[in-house]
T-cell receptor, first 114, second 115 residues
Framework: DAGITQSPRYKITETGRQVTLMCHQTWSHSYMFWYRQDLGHGLRLIYYSAAADITDKGEVPDGYVVSRSKTENFPLTLESATRSQTSVYFC?????????????FGPGTRLTVL | QQQVKQSPQSLIVQKGGISIINCAYENTAFDYFPWYQQFPGKGPALLIAIRPDVSEKKEGRFTISFNKSAKQFSLHIMDSQPGDSATYFCAASMLRFQGAQKLVFGQGTRLTINP
């Protein structure tokens, strides 16, 4: 039972480069989310998806792009990485979107932008 | 109005003591308040959650106290153990919102339980 996985777990890149973080879940959950975790800010929602081909912005979407062609995958792309995007990124999924349904988080990707 | 403010940032408690973490919110539309626990190198995991129709919820050594009029809620860990050492996040969302559960998280509290 793999659950929700993220890759890579660690990534170092340079300013201006494109980076894609992968998220894969095996539960067939409808909803998927991307958060970034920064000291002093907790977790902040970047983008979320209600189903394949349905995505919407969260609190901090600028500089990020998402897609969801398959239910199980939800990649996050930084089109031109900036130092301010250095963070730990977490993907999460939930069975249905209604509040009160648990979100299950992946192990995270630590991204450093030099 | 979307913020959830959490305190303290860090907390050190002796084994067997009571750990208390506090959160406050502004948006009165919030009506679901979960707490997440995160161990180093792991993603957050749901610990316990409360809805505002009750003032307290207890699960084992973990209790959420909720004060709707003050717009505050807190996590109490009784008989704290070294294995409870982790970062704790409070969060809030709106049950009535049709669609994705967009959680608004507090800033996190790093809890250390000394043996």
């Amino acid at each position: 039972d793999a659950g929700i996985t993220q890759s890579p777990r660690y990534k170092i890149t340079e300013t201006g480069r494109q980076v894609t973080l992968m998220c894969h879940q095996t539960w067939s959950h409808s909803y998927m989310f991307w958060y970034r975790q920064d000291l002093g800010h907790g977790l902040r929602l970047i983008y979320y998806s209600a189903a394949a081909d349905i995505t919407d912005k969260g609190e901090v979407p600028d500089g990020y792009v998402v897609s969801r062609s398959k239910t199980e995958n939800f990649p996050l792309t930084l089109e031109s990485a900036t130092r301010s995007q250095t963070s730990v990124y977490f993907c999460a999924s939930s069975l249905v979107g209604l509040a009160g349904n648990e979100q299950f988080f992946g192990p995270g990707t630590r991204l450093t932008v030099l | 109005q979307q913020q959830v403010k959490q305190s303290p940032q860090s907390l050190i408690v002796q084994k067997g003591g009571i750990s208390i973490i506090n959160c406050a919110y502004e948006n009165t539309a919030f009506d679901y308040f979960p707490w997440y626990q995160q161990f180093p190198g792991k993603g957050p995991a749901l610990l316990i959650a409360i809805r505002p129709d009750v003032s307290e919820k207890k699960e084992g050594r973990f209790t959420i106290s909720f004060n709707k009029s003050a717009k505050q809620f807190s996590l109490h860990i009784m008989d704290s153990q070294p294995g409870d050492s982790a970062t704790y996040f409070c969060a809030a969302s709106m049950l009535r919102f049709q669609g994705a559960q967009k959680l608004v998280f507090g800033q996190g509290t790093r809890l250390t339980i000394n043996p």
